[in-house]
């Protein structure tokens, strides 16, 4: 076959075979295929589109291009996929709490890029802890522990790592087709048995309309489906974060408030519902829940009991943390060395987050990456931000910011005041959840 005939066809708004778009994400992973030859493939996919059966061929063709996971386990395996937001943690407590529930999760998960934060990057605030597991070691922690989180190797899905590059240069990152065969490429070789997907719409997420959040997700459902692994996606709101910290450490330090919450009585929130409703989504997909009912009690029983901190606990020491992290986080978790609270200027309510803002503004303050090498500093960050509704009297701090120095807190000071807009009257909240798909 040959590069260029492929790509002559999708110009010519004809649709390559699954047979030749195998061969391409195949010169993706070994070479074969030049970076140009690359570059002009995801233009013509990004101008002309594939219909649904070219997508997801192109979608198992990437997953195929390296390692798929197999499994011999007592039980399902089950993944979850987020597309992105600020102060998202919820990775960190529906890992566990699904392994309480019967369920294995080999979640393999990413690092921040552009202003949304990392799952990865949170884990690695903790000391000790390895987020950098081969499969045979993957597949000894699921079976011991019920859940791992870890990064991607090589080998996993290398046309998309390949695809992903040139499409980051080539001004078609915003394709729904490449969109969607590469976050399936990479959930699909983890070889799961039930999928639930959040994608995000708001201030904080990358799709800031109802129209785009459902393509996408329809998109991913479709895919996953003919894929033949049982998948739903909610649609949920991302106008503001769904913990009031920002920042890698921060944001743990809120989830263990989460987990552990069983000491100061039932445990509600934001990050508490949507990990429940995804959890719930997920155990009825898997079969091990006759109701998404019947799922999300059994999720919020995990949490509100204590049971997923358990879980979660004995994820971090098999993953090179400290032992016994649940009852002692605090004295784990960096600090950093400056904390300036932000007041408001004068009274209201708060009306209005830039998500986008506050996540870029992190980034600034060292906790995030622009580009893939910049060193992250898993303290600093921002605190204590007030939710959509809340009202203030001038004077009152609306939030604090961790930094390394002072000059660093000062500077992020008028930027965070920006991002949070005060009005004399309160917003209309939406719901968490506004839509499910599939």
């Given amino acids: 076959m040959d590069a260029r005939a492929v790509i002559a066809r999708l110009r010519q708004k004809e649709i390559p075979t699954a047979e030749e778009l195998s061969w391409f994400a195949e010169g993706l992973a070994s070479g074969a295929v030049s970076d140009a030859q690359a570059g002009a493939f995801a233009m013509a996919v990004c101008l002309n589109g594939l219909p649904p059966a070219a997508r997801s061929a192109l979608t198992l063709a990437m997953r195929d291009s390296g390692d798929v996971l197999t499994w011999d386990l007592p039980g399902p395996v089950v993944d979850k996929h987020s597309t992105g937001g600020v102060g998202d943690c919820v990775s960190l407590l529906l890992a566990p709490a699904l392994a309480e529930c019967g369920a294995f999760v080999p979640m393999i998960s990413g690092r921040g890029l552009g202003h949304t934060g990392g799952t990865l990057d949170k884990l690695e605030a903790i000391p000790g802890l390895s987020t950098q597991v081969a499969q045979d070691g993957l597949a000894g922690i699921v079976a011991d522990v019920g859940c791992a989180i870890v990064g991607a190797t090589a080998r996993i899905a290398p046309a998309d790592k390949r695809l992903y590059a040139v499409r980051d240069v080539t001004a078609t990152v915003?394709?729904?087709?490449?969109?969607?065969?590469?976050?399936?490429?990479k959930k699909l070789a983890a070889s799961p048995e039930a999928l639930v997907l959040d994608v995000k719409i708001g201030s904080g997420a990358f799709m800031k309309t109802t129209a785009e959040a459902r393509a996408l997700a329809t998109s991913l459902v479709e895919t996953a489906n003919a894929a033949g692994c049982p998948t739903q996606a909610l649609i949920t709101d991302m106008n503001q974060p769904l913990v009031p910290s920002l920042g890698n450490a921060l944001e743990v330090a809120e989830v263990m408030r989460a987990l552990t919450g069983v000491q100061a009585g039932p445990t509600t929130?934001?990050?508490?519902?949507?990990?429940?409703?995804?959890?719930?989504?997920?155990l009825r997909q898997a079969g091990l829940v006759e109701s998404v009912e019947a799922g999300e009690a059994q999720i919020a029983a995990t949490l509100a009991e204590g049971r997923a901190a358990e879980r979660f606990a004995k994820m971090v020491a098999a993953q090179g943390g400290p032992v016994g992290f649940a009852e002692k986080w605090q004295r784990f978790l960096p600090e950093a060395p400056v904390i300036l609270e932000v007041t408001a200027e004068h009274a209201g309510y708060v009306n209005a987050i830039d998500g986008e803002a506050l996540g870029l503004l992190v980034v600034r303050l060292g906790g995030g990456r622009m580009i893939e090498s910049d060193r992250i500093d898993p303290a600093v960050g921002i605190s204590d931000l007030l939710p959509l509704g809340t009202k203030i009297a001038k004077g009152d701090v609306i939030a604090r910011i961790h930094a390394a120095h002072t000059d660093a807190a000062q500077d992020a000071m008028s930027a965070l005041r920006a991002a949070v807009s005060i009005a004399p009257a309160a917003p209309d909240l939406l719901p968490l959840v506004h839509e499910r798909i599939g």
């Fill in 269 to 282: 929130g934001p990050i508490i519902d949507i990990t429940v409703a995804l959890g719930g989504a997920v």
């Fill in 174 to 185: 915003e394709s729904l087709d490449l969109i969607t065969a590469s976050i399936l490429s």
